[in-house]
DNA sequence: CGAGATTCATGTGAAGTATACCTTTAGGCTTAA
DNA sequence: AAGCCTAAAGGTATACTTCACATGAATCTCGTA
């Protein structure tokens, strides 16, 4: 038997022989909370500031934090936060911090769902449906005063949900702390638009936003740094080649200084130079590393999506396939979608719950859908992909497979 | 030629409906004293 | 009589439909220069 007889049971060998660039792959995962965060002094300090008080059971006050994706918002909230919390367990204060992220479809984003899901974070069995509105909020309230507690809320991306559920919502949040007789609550709500709030009811803003954190975009220097101080715990010593991380921070500081993207290009980078079985990560990684990311991103709304926003995604697919096609309109997805429907036994949705439907899928990204009025040929949305082509390919095999053409 | 009216294809808001699920309540049955 | 189960009644949230009105620029109309 010579030495290169490689034996069956060997062949998943690589995994655990050390051949492996990463030492630690979780510090590149947007879920990993580093133990510092560089150039976010000032607003480590903000927040301390802001949720201190805290610790002499005084309310907090609540707080608005603007700041484009990436620009370190959630990792700096929930690190003060954290630190917060240790302090106040070693002193026997009691301090609890909620975080819920209002994007997630079907978690929380309705105020039945946001507020449903807040009371299970206590401990509270909601159902989905059924209950009135009304009626878990008191369940909620009820839970909270129990303790004489202070309770920080975290709101991500709250914006998405103010969308959906409207203003009113917020208007209820604020008067949460009239209904608790023990408990205190304080509200931190996070938003990536900017805008947010300009025009918001000025009783709610001022009650809701007492104090106002702006998350300004990392700029390349910045990126760079973040990446070398993860890197160095993620990575094996000498495994990044030579301006791989440059070139990964330059790629997220053209999307706005966006940290999260970044990190996320190292990562790939490294997992393809990895599957690669090279011994390093090489600038070229990066460029496929950046693509890679894009097409998962779709790949993985688009799977989850209902089979009605599939099939409307499809027929745009095959829209923009056809070349002679200049430009896509809602009537002709919406015809197209009827036969794809009837292809797949599939009932149809009127054209109403259509519109919304590309309205969705434009939020999320997926598409481009702009309002415009061809003045005498009425007006409709312009829908343009905003996928590159060969994601799209795949885009279209796996609606194929769920919708079983 | 230009100001205003018209028009088209669909956006968009409001109200209504179907579905799935919840709690309450009343009745019926069982059980145990 | 008390306890337990069941089914009906009355209620809600959500996703969707139905209805009706709103939009906004290309195009048309018509009066005027």
Redesign the pocket.
Known sequence: MTKNHVPAGNLFEKFLSNNSLFINKNVLQSSYLPNTIPHREEQIRQIRDIIGPALRREKPSNLFIYGQTGTGKTVTLKYTADVLMKFANEKNILIKIVYLNCKMK?VA?????LVAQLAREFGKEI?????????VYKIFFSVLDREKQTVILILDEIDQLIDKAGEELLYNLTRINEELKHAQVSIIGITNRISFGENMDPRVKSSLSEEEILFPPYNALQLQNILFQRAKNAFKPNVLGEGVIEKCSAYAAKEHGDARRALELLRVSGEIAERKEHSKVAIEDVDEADSKIEKDRVLDIVEVQ?K?FQATLYAIIRLAKNKKISAI????V?ELYRGICKETNL?????????????ELDMQGIIN?K???????????EISFSIPPETAEKVEKIIRDSLGI
């Open positions: 079907k984003d309705t105020e039945y769902r159902p989905a449906t059924g209950l009135p509105t009304d009626e209902p009605e309109y809602t009537g002709d919406y009932r149809p949705l009127t054209q109403r719950r259509v519109s919304d439907i590309i309205g859908a309002v415009i009025s061809k003045g005498r040929q009425g007006r409709t949305r």
